[in-house]
């Protein structure tokens, strides 16, 4: 039962364009949203997230935005660079289950120079 | 401030022995908690500790159990290892509180042969 979904599992993106990456989850019971880079042979690192109160969360060239009636999230990057590219999470968690967080299964984004 | 240190990086075993895996979190946090990430199923919970005490538990066979010590440090353990226990583990830390961004380490990634 995948209740994080990405359905996309890879995106090419030209640099200085917007890079958008789609999340998707069935249960309502989430309330906060996160996404995280992973590079190869690292740990993945927090990027921005997201509670349910609000519909859009900006840090820099990063914005989440949440859209609680479709169950959908989505990250956009502004100017993506080549930097970015690395492979992104969507994560979920409930405020009960404590640090237990939900992954989606990742999309693997390039960004082209 | 030193992040998530896991050890070891890598390592191989072969089917039946057990393995066991340490991780220290950022000093100050008080939460640990472990994930598996293979290709096909993405990052997975394991299990989560605070202040000693299991607080969360995800879907996966007794063979797999963990603990944490005083310090905070933690330790996972997989007994009767088995080929689809060839994965990537992940340990994250957090403060515990009201944030739920995990701080995650490099992995220690187990190859059962």
């Known amino acids: 039962d995948q209740q994080v979904k990405q359905n996309s599992p890879s995106l090419s993106v030209q640099e200085g364009r917007i890079s958008i990456l789609n999340c998707d989850y069935t249960n309502s019971m989430f309330d906060y949203f996160l996404w995280y880079k992973k590079y190869p042979a690292e740990g993945p690192t927090f990027l921005i997230s997201i509670s349910s109160i609000k519909d859009k969360n900006e840090d820099g060239r990063f914005t989440v935005f949440l859209n609680k009636s479709a169950k959908h999230l989505s990250l956009h990057i502004v100017p993506s660079q080549p930097g970015d590219s690395a492979v992104y999470f969507c994560?979920?968690?409930?405020?009960?289950?404590?640090?237990?967080?939900?992954f989606g299964t990742g999309t693997r984004l390039a960004v082209r120079p | 401030k030193a992040g998530v240190t896991q050890t070891p990086r890598y390592l191989i075993k072969t089917r039946g022995q057990q393995v066991t895996l340490s991780c220290s979190p950022i000093?100050?946090?008080?939460?640990v908690s472990w994930y598996q990430q293979t290709p096909g199923q993405g990052l997975q919970f394991l299990f989560e500790?605070?202040?000693?005490?299991?607080?969360n538990k995800g879907n996966f066979p007794g063979r797999f159990s963990g603990r944490q010590f005083s310090n905070s440090r933690s330790e996972m353990n997989v007994s009767t290892l088995e080929l689809g226990d060839s994965a990537l583990y992940l340990c994250?830390?957090?403060?515990?509180?009201?944030?739920?961004?995990?701080?995650f380490g490099e992995g220690s990634r187990l190859t059962v042969l």
């Open positions: 994560a979920a968690s409930r405020w009960s289950s404590g640090d237990k967080l939900t």
């Open positions: 994250a830390s957090s403060p515990g509180g009201l944030e739920r961004e995990l701080f």
């Open positions: 500790y605070f202040s000693e005490t299991q607080r």
């Open positions: 000093s100050g946090h008080r939460s």
